[in-house]
Structure formats: structure tokens, C-alpha cells
């Protein structure tokens, strides 16, 4: 079975956000970046022992979702600039942000629109993972 291209907590990175940043920095980095990658967050569903479990699929610096978005309320979560995050057909470009920026983005999305919330007495952070 092939690794993950990048799993948090694992020690590495001190936030899903900055483990978010690394993964679209090394993507980015690719001669060639062709096939879907699906970030998988998990964090605590309706109960407290209990996991919810949200996606969003990424290639070339454009978000594919499910769901979606009001666009300036993401930005404003996200406290990025407007070009940051914008839509192009059903799916959503990432392009002109940083990879800082597009993880802040993701991780609006993913706590905002897909309802990833930290696990109780885990602090402000939750599980990330990214796989092709």
C-alpha cells in the first residue's frame, strides 16, 4: 500500500493548516500535477465519541467540492485577500494564493462548510490527510 502523501498529526507540522501549506507547496513543486488529490479531514461528529469526516479533491490548484461556497464569506474566514479563492465553472480556483494562503482557505472550508471540528480536549486542531 502506498504512503500518503501527507498525514497531521504526525508530529511534522504544528497545525493541519501549516501540514495543509507543506502538501500545496510540494504539489506545486511537481513537473507535473495531472491527477486528483483528495484532502480527507476528520474530526468530531455529533457526539463526542463519535468522527465526521469531510473531502476536498484538488488538482492544479483548483478545488472540487461537493457543496458550494459563499465565496466572500470563505475569503473573510479565511482572512485572505479576494483574490485568493475564485470560482471557475462548478469548482473553485486557488491559483493566485500562496500556498499559506490556500491552506487557510481549505481550512475554512473544511471548518465552515464541511463542519470539521476539533476533537474535545485536542485543541484548536484536527486530522488531515492527503491522498492520490
Known sequence: MATPFMEHPSGEFDSAVDAMADAIRRLRALPEWSEWITFCAQGMGHRMDSYH?????????????????DVKAIIKRAGVPESALNPIGANYSIRQASPDEAAKVMNAVFRNVLGIR??????????IGAEW
Do not use: Q, S
Open 53 to 69: 469526516m469531510a473531502e476536498i479533491r484538488v488538482r492544479r490548484d483548483e478545488l472540487e467540492l461537493d457543496k458550494p461556497l
Open 118 to 127: 476539533p476533537h474535545t480536549g485536542e485543541g484548536d486542531d484536527y486530522a
